[in-house]
């Protein structure tokens, strides 16, 4: 991941959301932290490249500079990266046979905003959707939209996506969740899921250290559970150097701290409720920018802590109880629960910086780095790490 333009550059990331929840690609947002700074378009499709390889996840890049997001227009992209082009480039007729030519390559265009006047007759078949935010749906215009599927961008609530798919959204990209969970008044109580009880409590025994044939019996309750661990151990992502091949053996390798932070992402991934898909794909994310960013640390308690901190910091909208009930079933680091629960500790800087970034927002971007004492190159490395690591596991 070191590509020089890292350290220019501040990255975003969102999912685009189909109607059945399902994470169709993600959106990586690029945002220039110096308007005069020289950015190269191939370091960008190279780094972009380590993620998203040809043949791999779709990835659709949101750049916000003009002169980068020109010079990616005209080179070499892979089938599975589309660019987004807002309107007024699209109504230049500067910009018409760029675009002709990439439409030509089979090259994935989305228009991005509401036009202020006519897209050309023959440059709309370029374009396979139209990215529309809150405001640009909203907005009058005497200029007639394109008649193209559309997304809906920038939503951070359940409630604001079903309203997107509502008004005929084909996807939306964004979040269904900002905030601690609160439960609707008067809502019936609530427990944790059957399908993932068997997780609570092994996560339970392993806190309160019980040998490993209690944990086996308890595993064996739910054998599609045991599968799942294993694939997650044997996964390129997690390294290790033989296959394992039961979960005693696991155990062996591991041993139980290590133990706990994969029980941990069973936990946030188990969920067999479709809506919780965008969730799921944010907690994983989550987790592991968050022990990215722990990286230099010499502890790996602290690493395994912080994975658990970004795992957990969706648990209550995944299980739909506030952080204060889950504490009591499920064993929690202190320093997890000063971070969800207190809003302190020293976590919550961090989990500052991935809000800032899934939010796509600059300025907060900067404090937290500021904060953290990270420059943009080793935050946008551990970016694009987490987004890897999380491909390979899901």
Request: aromatic share 6%; glycine share 6%; charged share 20%.
């Amino acid at each position: 991941m070191n590509h020089p333009i890292l350290g220019a550059i501040a990255l975003g990331y969102t999912p685009l959301i189909d109607r059945q929840r399902m994470v169709g690609a993600t959106r990586l947002t690029v945002v220039p932290l110096r308007p005069d700074a020289p950015l190269v378009a191939a370091e960008l499709l190279a780094a972009v490249a380590e993620v998203w390889p040809a043949g791999g996840g779709q990835v659709i890049l949101n750049v916000i500079n003009e002169g980068l997001l020109t010079a990616l227009l005209g080179s070499e992209l892979s089938a599975n990266v589309l660019i987004e082009v807002p309107a007024f480039m699209a109504c230049d007729a500067a910009h018409a046979e760029l675009l002709l030519a990439l439409k030509k390559r089979g090259t994935g265009l989305l228009l991005k905003g509401r036009p202020a006047a006519a897209v050309p007759a023959e440059l709309l078949p370029c374009f396979k959707q139209a990215v529309l935010d809150l405001d640009d749906e909203s907005r009058p215009s005497d200029v007639a939209m394109p008649a193209l599927p559309r997304y809906v961008a920038g939503l951070r609530s359940a409630a604001d996506i079903d309203a997107a798919f509502g008004r005929g959204a084909t996807g939306v990209i964004g979040w269904p969740m900002q905030g601690p969970y609160e439960p609707p008044a008067n809502a019936p109580r609530s427990d944790i899921q059957a399908d993932l009880q068997v997780i609570v409590e092994l996560m339970s025994r392993v806190d309160q250290d019980e040998d490993i044939e209690r944990l086996e019996q308890t595993l064996k309750r739910d054998p599609s559970l045991a599968f799942k661990l294993l694939r997650y151990l044997n996964s390129a992502a997690f390294g290790l150097p033989v296959e394992v091949s039961s979960f005693r053996h696991a155990i062996m390798l591991l041993g139980y701290p290590r133990l706990k932070r994969w029980l941990a992402l069973l936990l946030t991934t188990a969920s067999k409720d479709h809506s919780m898909r965008p969730i799921m794909f944010a907690a994983l994310r989550r987790g592991l920018l968050m022990e990215e960013l722990a990286r230099s640390m010499s502890d790996s308690e602290l690493r395994d802590e912080m994975f658990i901190c970004g795992l957990f910091s969706l648990l209550d909208h995944m299980l739909k109880q506030p952080f204060n009930k889950l504490l009591q079933s499920i064993p929690m680091p202190e320093r997890v629960r000063q971070a969800l629960v207190e809003g302190s500790g020293p976590y919550q800087p961090y989990l500052e910086l991935v809000h800032a970034i899934e939010n796509e927002s600059v300025y907060d971007f900067r404090s937290a780095a500021e904060q953290l004492m990270l420059s943009a190159e080793e935050i946008n490395q551990c970016v694009l790490r987490a987004l890897n690591k999380a491909a390979q596991l899901e």
